[in-house]
């Protein structure tokens, strides 16, 4: 279950046992950056590259996903719209932060970085926790053809990234009862959320964000 915390930060009520664990996804009313001293983003491309932060903070390289095992650093993605996913593994004590848009959910960006995970942490996808983030929601984003037809659908339509993401972690092996969704739209709300759609070049960035204390 999502709530909204005193620093306009979106937490999962669930993740909040777990006291190594830093994360949430910030509003348009949150400064992340300062809120941690170091943070580790990239430079997102729309693809389904991950990149292991080991401790380093910065912009640290190309990429649309984020992993960390180090006590002391916390990782974000930056989104307008897009989707934003936290994966927490808690026997491990390692996270990763994942941006999903339309490119990155059929380049499967999410089960790539669960994979990247197992082989660096030693993973189980079953115990996984997965948290989705406000971002469009079904109700707004209609695409062209092109789109469309990459996601089963045919001529214009809407698409449910959301709910695409929800269905590649189950396929990854994370258990439905550890996935948790905000079904918070980005575009909806303009009073909470920045959004591409909406603002276009005008439009900031929301911070997503997963550490390990
Ligand atoms: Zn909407």
């Not at 991950?50 to 960390?68: F, H, M, Q």
């Not at 959320?193 to 997503?208: C, K, M, V």
Request: glycine fraction near 10%.
């Amino acid at each position: 279950m999502f709530y909204k915390d005193s620093d306009q930060v979106y937490r999962v009520r669930e993740l909040d046992s777990l006291a190594w664990l830093v994360h949430g996804f910030g509003t348009r009313q949150a400064d992340i950056p300062g809120l941690f001293a170091q943070l580790a983003t990239l430079k997102q491309i729309h693809s389904a590259t991950c990149v292991a932060a080991a401790g380093r903070s910065g912009v640290l390289a190309k990429g649309d996903a984020l992993l960390e095992d180090t006590a002391g650093s916390v990782v974000a993605v930056k989104t307008a719209d897009c989707i934003p996913i936290l994966l927490i593994d808690d026997r491990h004590r390692a996270v990763a932060a994942v941006h999903a848009g339309w490119r990155g959910t059929v380049a499967r960006i999410v089960q790539n970085a669960i994979g990247d995970m197992r082989a660096r942490f030693g993973t189980l996808p079953a115990e996984l926790h997965a948290a989705i983030g406000p971002g469009i929601g079904r109700c707004c984003y209609e695409v062209g053809p092109e789109v469309a037809v990459q996601f089963g659908g045919q001529g214009r339509g809407h698409i449910d990234l959301p709910e695409t993401n929800r269905r590649q972690l189950l396929e990854g092996g994370v258990a439905s009862e550890r996935i948790y969704a905000s079904d918070l739209c980005t575009m909806c709300h303009p009073d909470e959320f920045h959004s591409f759609r909406r603002d276009r070049e005008a439009a900031g960035r929301l911070y997503s964000f997963a550490g390990v204390r």
